[in-house]
């Protein structure tokens, strides 16, 4: 497994990128990699990183403001026909599906693993 | 709001990069993806260790990761139950480990691990190698206790399949239920808690109702249990009405249902107080504990299963190792492939944080769990679990199983996702593919 950093993305340090996210938790910065564990929960339904297409809507690199309006109407139980989400998304404040639909808006490469 | 919009622009700017970093895998961290030092042995090429190996590797390409599973091959407990059913095929359940060995860089070793030396951080294989690690991650699953179910022996198994451990024993309950005669008895008998699936058996003889129902449509279905009360009872029991008729009867721990002795020569098993259930074909689920790795790494307590800490799931007993999936204590999660899943990527990322001296990060675990009674008939129990007050805990108001209401549309939709589900998780873990994309 290659990995090939550009220089500029090596001199970002992730840990100092902090979100700070809406109502319900003014106050709890969410790092770069608690976004990426809190959207890797997504992953066993919705594959490595969302990629995965089937039934399931896909989820990766879709444009962030549509990905956390869905989060938050999943979260308020407002999807008519919702069979788990509603279940799921309500174990999560409104900062941190706002920090999976950041991680998942950034997913650019669409292949399929 | 400016922050938030700027953090907002970096984190994008971060996540998609030229594609580069994308490609890579964003979920690696740039802060530690260049590092090599490290040295992590995962035993057991579950739902969990390959899960975690795989993990690992993508928040830290250098680190050295082995991954120590005796089979070449794995069989899914989950959908074993669908082969059981006629909905899938063996075929259909298995997964190699090419993937994870040629674009993961994971030496994957089909050894048998024999025992753990935590003080000297060695593990021994079968073959008399030994391999030394930083980190080890035990994800031994379950072992049947032999001990603890009278006159329920390995010898006894082969003629009262367990079928708890995919493979050969799911294949031999399979061919009993084919030479069974129409108009023959099936008996299940179900453990107390905590044992692996907890919806594992009432998906079963539901499977196998629908078998019946087909094939051989004047058989009945007992399922005795050491509980009163078992997963998504209530949704379980509608369907088996609606799809099944009277063909499967429960009988709970309060009406005797608790199997005491077993004999398998005559296919009898006998309650708690004394009554004698004689089936044609018979499948104990039987007492279970954690898998012998773990006893012999000395992470397991009386109890039979490993207690964890709750941040990383390293062992509460041994330093530096860390268990995840079915063998540990993490109720209120259930023993389920997707929470071995959901772990493994916790546990990945503790380890990669605490190789790189830094706290671990706030763990968030999910479960869904569905169960097929019908190629158009789903059901699910969810959850969403942290640590609370120092303890793992279900979030209050998340999870819950699927309403009792709904219409057939409903149903029907669950077990679609039922098989993305399993395509999705395969995926994550092994990084192979579900064959089918439908049940029927």
Same mark, same amino acid.
């Given at each position: 497994m290659t990995r090939i950093m550009p220089r500029h993305v090596i001199g970002l340090s992730a840990a100092a990128l902090l979100l700070f996210g809406g109502?319900? $938790? /003014?106050?709890?910065?969410?790092?770069?990699?608690?976004?990426?564990?809190?959207?890797?929960?997504? %992953?066993?339904?919705?594959?490595? *990183?969302?990629?995965?297409?089937?039934? %399931? /809507?896909?989820? /990766?690199? &879709?444009?962030?403001?549509?990905?956390?309006?869905?989060?938050?109407?999943?979260?308020? *139980?407002?999807?008519?026909?919702?069979?788990? $989400?509603? &279940?799921?998304?309500?174990?999560?404040?409104?900062a941190e599906l706002e920090a999976i639909a950041l991680y998942l808006s950034g997913i650019t490469d669409r292949r399929r693993d | 709001m400016d922050s938030i919009k700027m953090n907002r622009r970096k984190l994008l700017k971060l996540l998609g990069a030229g594609g580069a970093l994308a490609a890579a895998g964003p979920l690696a961290s740039p802060a530690f993806a260049a590092r090599t030092a490290g040295r992590v042995v995962g035993v057991g090429g579950g739902f969990g260790g390959a899960t975690a190996a795989k993990y690992l590797k993508r928040l830290q390409p250098g680190l =050295?990761?082995?991954?120590?599973?005796? @089979?070449?091959?794995? !069989?899914?407990?989950?959908?074993?139950?669908?082969?059981?059913?006629?909905?899938?095929?063996?075929?259909?359940?298995?997964? #190699? !480990?090419?993937?994870? +060995?040629?674009? !993961? #860089?994971? +030496?994957?070793?089909?050894?048998?691990?024999? =025992?753990?030396?935590?003080?000297?951080?060695?593990?021994?294989?079968?073959?008399?190698e030994t391999l030394p690690y930083d980190k080890l991650v035990l994800s031994p699953g379950i072992d049947i206790d032999f001990e603890g179910l009278e006159g329920y022996d390995e010898a006894a198994a082969e003629k009262l399949p367990h079928a708890w451990k995919a493979g050969d024993q799911t294949r031999l309950l399979r061919s009993q239920l084919e030479a069974m005669d =129409?108009?023959?008895?099936?008996?299940?008998? @179900?453990?107390?808690?905590?044992?692996?699936?907890?919806?594992?058996?009432?998906?079963?003889?539901?499977?196998?109702?629908?078998?019946?129902?087909?094939?051989?449509?004047?058989?009945k279905i007992l399922l005795l249990d @050491? +509980?009163?009360?078992?997963? +998504?009872?209530?949704?379980?029991?509608?369907?088996?009405?609606?799809? !099944?008729?009277d063909m499967i009867e429960w009988v709970g721990l309060s009406d005797d249902g608790r199997v005491v002795r077993v004999d398998a020569d005559s296919r009898e098993l006998e309650s708690e107080f004394g009554e004698i259930h004689r089936g044609d074909v018979v499948n104990v689920v039987p007492p279970q504990k954690a898998g012998a790795i773990a006893h012999r790494a000395g992470v397991t307590n009386g109890s039979g299963w490993v207690p964890v800490k709750p941040h990383t799931f390293e062992s509460q007993q041994v330093d530096d190792i860390y268990v995840v999936g079915d063998a540990t204590i993490a109720a209120p999660m259930p023993k389920s492939g997707f929470c071995a899943n959901a772990? @493994?990527?916790v546990t990945a990322a503790a380890i990669v944080a605490e190789l790189n001296g830094q706290d671990p990060l706030d763990p968030v675990w999910t479960n869904t769990c569905y169960s097929v009674i019908a190629p158009e008939y789903g059901i699910s129990v969810a959850g969403v679990y942290r640590v609370i007050d120092g303890e793992i805990r279900e979030v209050e108001g998340s999870g819950g199983v699927s309403p009792r209401d709904a219409d057939a549309a409903f149903r029907r939709r669950e077990a679609e996702y039922a098989v993305q589900w399993y395509n999705a998780i395969v995926q994550d873990t092994w990084e192979t593919r579900g064959l089918q994309k439908t049940l029927t």
């Open positions: 109502q319900a $938790m /003014a106050e709890e910065p969410i790092s770069y990699e608690q976004a990426s564990l809190l959207a890797s929960t997504c %992953f066993a339904c919705h594959g490595t *990183d969302g990629r995965k297409e089937g039934n %399931f /809507a896909p989820i /990766a690199g &879709r444009p962030y403001e549509s990905l956390n309006a869905q989060l938050i109407a999943f979260r308020n *139980d407002q999807v008519p026909g919702t069979t788990v $989400m509603n &279940r799921l998304a309500a174990g999560y404040s409104e | =050295d990761v082995t991954l120590v599973e005796p @089979a070449r091959e794995f !069989y899914t407990c989950p959908f074993s139950n669908l082969y059981l059913g006629g909905m899938r095929q063996m075929e259909q359940i298995v997964h #190699g !480990y090419d993937t994870l +060995k040629n674009r !993961y #860089g994971i +030496k994957v070793v089909h050894q048998y691990a024999e =025992d753990v030396d935590g003080e000297a951080h060695t593990v021994r294989l079968a073959n008399g =129409d108009g023959g008895t099936f008996i299940l008998s @179900a453990p107390d808690n905590p044992f692996r699936c907890p919806p594992g058996p009432y998906e079963r003889v539901s499977q196998i109702a629908h078998y019946f129902s087909q094939h051989k449509p004047r058989s @050491a +509980k009163d009360a078992f997963s +998504k009872q209530g949704l379980f029991m509608d369907g088996w009405r609606e799809v !099944y008729g772990q @493994a990527r």
